[in-house]
């Protein structure tokens, strides 16, 4: 095993812990998307459009909640789904089936998943919120989804800015805007971001979908890694694997991601975003890029 799948194991092992804590704040998720439920976000909505009768895949889908929302908001048909973690995985295949939705959920390294999957078979890549920070390099992301995509087919995301990432939840300036592929371990392992971003018992996680305490004080037995990538590496990395810039925005708040203590709280249409109380900060971004007809 090389240095670089040791680093994603270890990051396996502390999502494996951290998602049974996420999903207990979480109540009754397969009645939410039996009522057509959606987690996603307005800039992911816009950012996507209609996917009926389009071929998509979403990297690194988590438990699967987002994935299961492109089929119920967008109209996606059996998405592909994959992630590192098992236990995300296994919640999500089982969700699906709960909410009698057709999607399809892979367990593997999306290093892995790019070497073994067959190539040009994607109209739609999707990633979203805190998926960069977990790859080992931006180059063989960018060079993987232009492989798995159909010519002229597109790469979407919406992500936490990397200049938001560079400060602590005091807003102590604590990490580099870019590590060059160097990691950053953590001792304390993959947190419990959606108890620390509720509001408290009963509080609207999405519209009709409520927070429960669910595990209390979760601490992650195990560590894990990250990586710093700023807008160049992420941007560039693109560039580089002959992918074309179609949209870049930036936006100052954090939907649902409470990103520092003195944050405050603003209710959306799809739930709550995160406002930071001084001057202008880019907090998230979108960017989409396409595939050319002829690569």
């Known amino acids: ?15 494996n812990n951290a998602t049974v804590a996420h999903n207990s704040h979480k109540v009754d ?11 996603l976000y307005k800039e992911e909505k816009d950012l996507l459009g209609n996917l009926a009768g389009l071929k998509v895949c979403h990297l690194q889908c988590n ?13 996606a048909q059996n998405p592909v789904g994959v992630d590192i ?6 919640f999500a295949t089982k969700l699906a089936k709960d909410s ?7 367990r593997a390294d999306v290093f892995e998943y790019f070497d073994t999957v ?16 977990w790859l080992s390099s931006m180059e063989r992301y960018a060079a993987g989804v232009k492989k798995i995509l159909k010519p002229g087919g597109r790469y979407c995301i919406v992500e936490f800015h990397s200049v938001g990432y560079i400060f602590n939840e005091d807003f102590v300036h604590e990490y580099p805007y870019s590590s060059g592929g160097k990691p950053l371990h ?14 408290g018992e009963g509080d609207d996680i999405m519209p009709n979908l409520k927070y429960t305490t669910g595990v209390q004080n979760f601490r992650n037995p195990q560590p894990c890694v990250e990586f710093c990538w700023g807008l160049a590496d992420i941007i560039g990395s693109f560039a580089e694997a002959g992918l074309q810039l179609t949209h870049f925005k930036e936006y100052p708040y954090s939907n649902f991601f409470k990103m520092y203590k003195c944050m405050t709280p603003e209710k959306v249409e799809e739930g709550t975003r995160w406002l930071f109380p001084g001057p202008m900060l880019p907090l998230m971004y979108s960017i989409s890029v396409k595939k050319p007809l002829s690569a």
């Open 63 to 75: 438990a699967g909640q987002d994935t299961l929302s492109l089929v119920t908001k967008l109209g």
């Open 29 to 39: 998720q397969h009645v939410f998307f039996r009522n057509h439920g959606s987690t």
């Open 186 to 199: 953590s001792e304390s392992g993959v947190s419990d971001y959606v108890a620390t971003s509720a509001e």
């Open 1 to 15: 095993m090389s240095n670089t799948n040791e680093l994603h194991e270890r990051n396996r092992a502390s999502w």
């Open 100 to 106: 009698s939705i057709e999607a399809t959920f892979i």
């Open 85 to 90: 973690s098992d236990n995300a995985i296994d």
């Open 118 to 133: 067959e190539a040009e078979q994607f109209d739609v890549v999707f990633a979203s919120y805190g998926a960069l920070g």
